[in-house]
């Protein structure tokens, strides 16, 4: 009998190890990895780009679903992360509240409060995602941020000289007004120079699988978010669950024709608080000059 015993024993430990191992690897899932915040840094390499814009510094951020698990902690966390990069604009494409929250007067002035402690040389920018849209308060916690709201409209970059980058957003397709008719504006304002336009064209997107839609696409760089990188990354499978608007364009960067798209991999969670093997981030893009 006792020899039998101890022929069961081994497997009986390997399935107890087997079962702690999963239990943790699940617990990462909901208490560690959704608090996490990295950064992923890019170089995007321009020709011809001016001296005065060379390494000149983008911040992306997206889908912070605010309220769900990321809290005015997380906010505080991200502010001093961004701040430490020292860069020249930051950006958000869309979700900065989750669809879930319940807003109040308060909630509202501390998110803003924090969003403009973050510090830009040369702006702050952004467009809604499909969660914003339940929320009233969105077009005045972004102002009060600090930012400027780019829903449907466009601005130029100025930095020590008289050539500019150019940058438009989009609000989400989740609004169901048609991308080409949201972009008009800034496609005709490109339009209007025979020479010496922006030497530089960013678009916002929330969903980056509109871009399949836009009939006219003279942007160099794109960004959106939306996917969350699947929220989920599976060992030799990849991204595990991904969203309608982010099922052909879900991954960290495409070459789209003339466009670099960038997805950023979200900073919150959405539908369900776990992310695993895919860390909540944000992207710090370098424009520099190729020699």
Avoid: C
Wanted: avoid cysteine.
């Amino acid at each position: 009998m006792a020899k039998k015993q101890e022929k069961h024993f081994p497997i009986i430990k390997i399935i107890i190890t087997i079962i702690l191992i999963i239990s943790a690897v699940i617990a990462y899932g909901f208490f560690i990895e959704p608090k996490l915040i990295t950064v992923k840094e890019y170089k995007i390499t321009i020709d011809n780009l001016p001296d005065n814009f060379n390494g000149f510094k983008i911040v992306h951020i997206s889908d912070l679903h605010y309220g769900r698990v990321f809290d005015e902690k997380s906010l505080k966390k991200l502010v001093t992360s961004i701040n430490e990069q020292k860069p020249d604009i930051v950006v958000l494409t869309g979700d900065l509240i989750d669809q879930d929250t319940k807003m109040t007067i308060n909630k509202a002035n501390n998110i803003s409060k924090q969003l403009n402690k973050i510090s830009a040389t040369s702006g702050k920018y952004a467009i809604n995602g499909n969660n914003d849209l339940k929320f009233d308060e969105w077009t005045n916690i972004i102002i009060n941020g600090g930012f400027k709201d780019l829903n449907n409209t466009y601005d130029t970059i100025y930095k020590d000289g008289y050539q500019n980058l150019f940058i438009a957003g989009a609000s989400s397709s989740q609004d169901k007004l048609n991308i080409n008719n949201k972009i008009k504006t800034s496609i005709d304002y490109l339009n209007s120079f025979d020479k010496n336009g922006p030497i530089y064209k960013i678009l916002l997107l929330h969903e980056p699988d509109v871009i399949d839609d836009i009939t006219v696409n003279p942007y160099n760089l794109i960004l959106a978010g939306h996917s969350h990188g699947g929220q989920i990354k599976l060992p030799l499978i990849g991204a595990f669950i991904l969203p309608e608007g982010a099922q052909k364009y879900y991954d960290t960067h495409y070459k789209i024709k003339n466009s670099d798209l960038y997805i950023s991999n979200g900073l919150g969670v959405s539908n369900y608080n776990f992310r695993l093997f895919n860390t909540p981030s944000y992207n710090l893009y370098r424009l520099v000059k190729n020699k």
